[in-house]
């Protein structure tokens, strides 16, 4: 029986992710420049993260909450330079409306400016064991940052956990793209860069996350939450929930007997524990998904996967 050709060059590209070096276009991500003497202060009051901490040349994973302590975006902070402050922020596309209204309207009185830069850069990212090989530059920790040249474009070099992100001037994207390729690259669908993010365990804001969940329960704390840094708004609730140590739900895997629907119920028993977030077929654990459920749906629980009889066990993160 012949494969479904759409699976086959799935398969292919999510091999050349694991095993070589894909190319994936992530331009679409929303784009923010943070300037001014009162940048680091502005930014350390308004996101989870400690910004002040950061030397020129790094970088975080930071959330904006509410102030219930509900997510209202996730983004990368990058620090370019010390003396003024210059600060690089990048975000889901659906969020990016929401950071910018959000930071506009906090930093009346402050000397900060927000610029939106969106369509000014192009993000590329390479992923993959031999993204070095073909970016040529040293390898980076997720967060660095440095400014290089790469096959002949200047570029910001971001390290990732996955390899680096290539930020360049938008007219330089396609002479960049094409000495990527020229490289060794080769230029991947983003559903096999999501299945090596489900497979990692790292939910995405507007498919596993969003304004109903809080950092605990989508599993970003460790990453993105300082707990030693000075007030930032929604700080109170994260910090109780934290010390108290039991979110009532948590983000889990889920390996499913079928592919089914982001947004399918789930059921432990006759009670329904959360909804199915970001899912796909990965070539080496079959059909998965993330979901934020009740924490009474364990690892190791068999639940019930909409209504047509498909179940799914629960698994922690990042699948094995």
Partial sequence: MTSDPVTVELDAQYRQLREECGLLDRSERGKLRVTGPDAADFLQGQVTNDVEALAPGQGCYAALLDRKGHIQADMRILRRSAPDGDFWIDTEPAASGVVRHHLQTYKIGRDVEVEDVGAEHAILALIGPATGAVAGTPPLTADQ????????????????????????????????????????????????????????????????????????????????????????????????????????????????????????????????VGRVGSACVSPAHGPIALAIVRREAEPGAKLAVGEDGVTARVADLPFG
């Fill in 145 to 272: 940052n440095e400014t290089a040249a790469v096959t002949g474009v200047e570029c910001l070099v971001v390290g990732t956990e996955d390899g680096v992100d290539l930020i360049a001037a938008s007219g330089d994207s396609a002479r960049l793209r094409d000495g990527l390729i020229e490289a060794g690259a080769a230029a991947v669908d983003p559903a096999a860069a999501e299945i090596l993010r489900i497979e990692a365990g790292r939910p995405r804001f507007g498919a596993d996350m969003g304004p109903e969940s809080m950092p605990a329960e989508a599993g970003i704390v460790d990453a993105a939450v300082s707990f030693t840094k000075g007030c930032y708004i929604g700080q109170e609730p994260v910090a109780r929930l934290h010390h108290r140590g039991r979110p009532n739900r948590h983000l889990r895997g889920l390996l499913l007997g079928a592919p089914v629907e982001p947004g399918t119920a789930l059921r432990l028993g006759e009670k329904e």
